[in-house]
């Protein structure tokens, strides 16, 4: 591995490490089921019928944009602002958010680029601070995950709309050796956050709007804390870990049992979903990263590329 992927993964190991130091107990929220059914389609400001443009974090600096279809082209690199991204997200104007995981230091940036624009409009640093993974809810609020070195403990800090500095911080809850894997909303916009666990399942918490308490979704069988949910509620969870089963389970809504299971190849670094429920995986070993694109509802892929680009974020422009 070379020394920009250790650099990018700092976070997801260093949070499982100094969860072992803490001695830190999971299982400290309260517990509900499964996730709600959609209830509302979110307005895409794009075409109707125009096809999502796919965005991959480099590990090694920028992140690189590709069509979607039959023979993905690369459509952009974008490399100011983003020298280590980790967790990337597209919100629904098409607004990219990029958060720059630890290198030399645990003080970061979370840059904010218009749609096809190669430069950020917008820099967030307060808070940025062992930062991993990010999420823009329907009001453009900004949510961030990290981890506290002082206490091991992790966090989710919430920027309100077009804000520098977080509103509020919520404690989220973690087993002893976890790590976060991914960030991502509900039909009701309550905000998930995907954890994978060393040699054991892994969990998705859940935070409803405006509260200060995660709840734990109590997924059986859940591979590991890479998570997405595409537009009609099915929240889809796998592992990014070599140990354990390689594999993504997929949960209807309010369901807390896979409906099926899907088997991916290598060890899996990042989801993202299409409204339409095709899913696109991002996996790394034996080779360079590759993305396999999966129909919706199959467990198999129908297209597999290789990515110019490997690292823990994907995203897609709705």
């Known amino acids: 591995m070379t020394s920009s992927i250790k650099s990018s993964l700092r976070v997801y190991f ?18 509900e089921g499964g996730i709600p059914a959609a209830s509302q389609t979110v307005r895409s400001l794009r075409p109707a019928g125009a096809s999502p443009k796919l965005y991959v974090a480099n590990a090694a600096g920028g992140v690189v944009v590709y069509s979607t279809g039959a023979k993905p082209q690369i459509l952009q690199t974008i490399t100011t602002g983003v020298p280590s991204p980790g967790g ?39 808070g940025i601070v062992n930062c991993g993974y990010v999420a823009v809810d329907k009001h453009q609020n900004v949510y961030v995950t990290g981890v506290d070195n002082s206490s091991g403990s992790f966090f989710v800090e919430i920027y309100p709309r077009g804000q520098l500095t977080p509103a509020r911080t919520v404690t989220i809850p973690h087993p002893s050796v976890s790590a976060v894997r991914g960030i991502a909303f509900d039909a009701t916009d309550a905000l998930l956050v995907g954890e994978s ?15 200060q308490t995660f709840t734990n979704l109590n997924l059986q069988d859940a591979p590991g804390g890479d998570i997405a949910v595409d537009k009609a509620g099915n929240l889809y969870a796998g592992t990014g870990s070599s140990a354990g089963t390689q594999a993504i389970a997929v949960y209807s809504p309010n369901s807390t049992t896979p409906s099926y299971q899907i088997a991916v190849q290598n060890i899996l670094d990042a989801l993202a979903v299409a409204p339409d ?30 990515s110019a680009a490997g690292g823990l974020g994907l995203a897609l422009r709705p």
């Open 14 to 31: 260093a949070g499982a490490a100094i969860a072992v130091a803490a001695g830190c107990a999971g299982g400290n929220g309260s517990t």
């Open 88 to 126: 990337i997200w597209v919100d629904q104007r098409g607004t990219l958010y990029a958060v720059n995981v630890p290198d030399s230091s645990y003080q970061t940036s979370l840059p904010e680029y218009r749609p096809g624009a190669g430069s950020p409009f917008r820099t967030i640093t307060n």
């Open 197 to 211: 666990v060393y040699l054991k399942p892994g969990v998705v918490y859940r935070l409803a709007p405006g509260s």
């Open 277 to 306: 429920g095709t899913l696109y995986a991002e996996t790394r070993g034996g080779g360079p990263p590759q993305i396999s694109v999966y129909a919706p509802g199959s467990g198999s892929p129908m297209q597999t590329f290789t």
